[in-house]
């Protein structure tokens, strides 16, 4: 479980680097994960500065240096494209798909770094045990990141027909397959939720969100090099499955083996 935490920890810092090299390409005009408000003066300065931190921060955390100074970095930033691109939306997120599925994919990329923030291993073990400071944000992060399952599901559900046009044309009933993925996730939501089999679920899930990254989005990116919500819908995916991962490799309390 070690391992895979740590798989799905490169995975997070992946993604992060790529959504930073994607801030210069696009100068933060960038469709999908939304980082840089359009609205915000000096919007070229503010893209490069988002896209520098975004880099450090992933290296930070693919190298082990500063890590969970890095995570928590991410986490603030995520939180600030909640507060000043989502929450003036609020109304277009209820009524609109795409606007609710943008918004709760900077929801989920903000839990993740709190999970990830909460999970680095430290030295003073006071500091991170069960009550603690960062025990309370990884508990967060992970409640966060169960509720955007739970929605995500949901929206497979509200478009499958849509989803099974996504699906690779040599895999069978895709129809089938699109509402077995938004009935997984929102499953893995209340499981991860609830900490039953939260563990055993989480693998299940970054496995599956590894397999959409590979099977869907590669070849997906493949064919369209030059589109950039391609690649970025495609490391969303990654770093899903890297959160999924780090929540898997958390260890289960002993006063209940099937509960993370």
């Known amino acids: 479980m070690n391992r895979l935490a740590e798989a799905g920890k490169w995975f997070f810092a992946t993604s992060v680097v790529a959504f930073g090299i994607q801030q210069f390409i696009y100068k933060g005009f960038v469709v999908g994960l939304t980082i840089t408000p359009e609205w915000i003066p000096g919007h070229a300065f503010w893209s490069y500065a988002t896209g520098i931190v975004l880099i450090a921060a992933g290296v930070a955390i693919a190298i082990h240096k500063n890590s969970r100074l890095a995570s928590a970095v991410l986490a603030a930033l995520f939180l600030l494209c909640i507060l000043l691109i989502h929450m003036s939306r609020a109304a277009a997120i209820v009524q609109d798909l795409r606007e609710r599925t943008r918004a709760f994919e900077t929801l989920a990329m903000f839990a993740g770094a709190l999970i990830v923030a909460g999970t680095i291993q430290d030295a003073r073990p006071s500091f991170t045990g069960k009550g603690s400071l960062i025990h309370k944000v990884a508990e967060l992060g992970r409640l966060l990141f169960a509720i955007c399952m739970v929605v995500f599901g949901y929206t497979h559900f509200v478009i499958a027909g849509f989803i099974a046009t996504l699906i690779p044309s040599w895999m069978p009933v895709h129809l089938v397959l699109a509402y ?44 369209h090099l030059h589109n950039g919500d391609e690649w970025n819908s495609a490391f969303v995916a990654l770093a899903m499955a890297g959160f999924s991962f780090v929540l898997a490799g958390i260890p289960a309390e002993s006063s209940d083996a099937n509960r993370v």
């Open 180 to 223: 077995f993925t938004g009935a997984g996730m929102i499953a893995a939501g209340l499981a991860i939720a609830s900490k039953i089999q939260a563990r055993l679920v989480a693998s299940l899930l970054g496995l599956m969100f590894f397999l959409w990254f590979v099977l869907l989005h590669a070849p997906r990116v493949a064919t």
